[in-house]
């Protein structure tokens, strides 16, 4: 399957983005979806994951602000981003793992480009 994300852009602290993952390829409703995000001199880190069934996941520092859903219809996953803060800045990407361990990142074998989330103080 392959991935790409969209939807990054400059934003000010306490706003709001919605980032886009479209996939090609495969129908992705069998398909556990994630997304991760890596800032500049630090690792990748897992920031939410959703179930094929829609049960999700989500990294401590994003709970409450962040919510990942999906349209299986249109082989689309979507990260909807609240209350950002300038900690958020990153690359954002979305992946995808034909398994059933949505909250579990080193599963996650398919990825796509990034997109870039700026967030300013």
């Known amino acids: 399957v392959q991935l790409q994300a969209s939807g990054g852009g400059l934003v000010q602290a306490g706003g709001s983005l919605r980032l886009s993952c479209a996939a090609s390829?495969?129908?992705?409703?069998?398909?556990?979806m994630g997304w991760f995000r890596q800032a500049p001199g630090k690792e990748r880190e897992m920031v939410a994951g959703?179930?094929?069934?829609?049960?999700?996941y989500y990294a401590d520092f994003v709970k409450g602000r962040f919510a990942i859903s999906r349209d299986n219809a249109k082989n689309l996953v979507y990260l909807q981003m609240n209350s950002l803060k300038p900690e958020d800045t990153a690359v954002y990407y979305c992946?995808?793992?034909?398994?059933?361990?949505?909250?579990?990142?080193?599963?996650?074998?398919?990825w796509g480009q990034g997109t870039q989330v700026t967030v300013s103080s």
């Open positions: 992946a995808a793992q034909s398994g059933i361990y949505y909250y579990w990142a080193s599963r996650y074998d398919s």
């Open positions: 959703i179930s094929s069934g829609g049960s999700t």
């Open positions: 390829g495969r129908t992705i409703s069998s398909y556990a």
